[in-house]
Nanobody, 121 residues
Framework: VQLVESGGGSVQAGGSLRLSCEVS????????MGWFRQAPGKEREIVAYIGIGGSIYAADSAKDRFTISQDSVTKTLYLQMNSLKPEDTAMYYCAARERDCGVVTARWAYWGQGTQVTVSS
């Protein structure tokens, strides 16, 4: 399983970005895909995930501003981020796992290289 993120960049507060994560190989194995982020000096944290049945989880920091979605054919994962704040500045990672979904970072098996999001005030 290979995950490749794109769509990061620099925006001003209040702006929007749409992240994409392309999935290649063995996509049939994947039961859950999600987005994490890691700011400098902080631990990697869950932003949102979407399960194979369509179940969605969003962290409190993402609710009402971020929307996770997935193309049912290509399995490409998206994260629409609106009303961005400086505290959203981080490296954003796409992740996947083969069994159930969950928020514990260490239990996610597959990771992309990340895409940087920088929000200026």
């Amino acid at each position: 399983v290979q995950l490749v993120e794109s769509g990061g960049g620099s925006v001003q507060a209040g702006g929007s970005l749409r992240l994409s994560c392309e999935v290649s190989a063995y996509t049939y194995r994947l039961a859950c895909m999600g987005w994490f982020r890691q700011a400098p000096g902080k631990e990697r944290e869950i932003v949102a995930y979407i399960g194979i049945g369509g179940s969605i989880y969003a962290a409190d920091s993402a609710k009402d501003r971020f929307t996770i979605s997935q193309d049912s054919v290509t399995k490409t994962l998206y994260l629409q981020m609106n009303s961005l704040k400086p505290e959203d500045t981080a490296m954003y990672y796409c992740a996947a796992r083969e069994r159930d979904c969950g928020v514990v970072t260490a239990r996610w098996a597959y990771w992309g290289q990340g895409t940087q999001v920088t929000v200026s005030s």
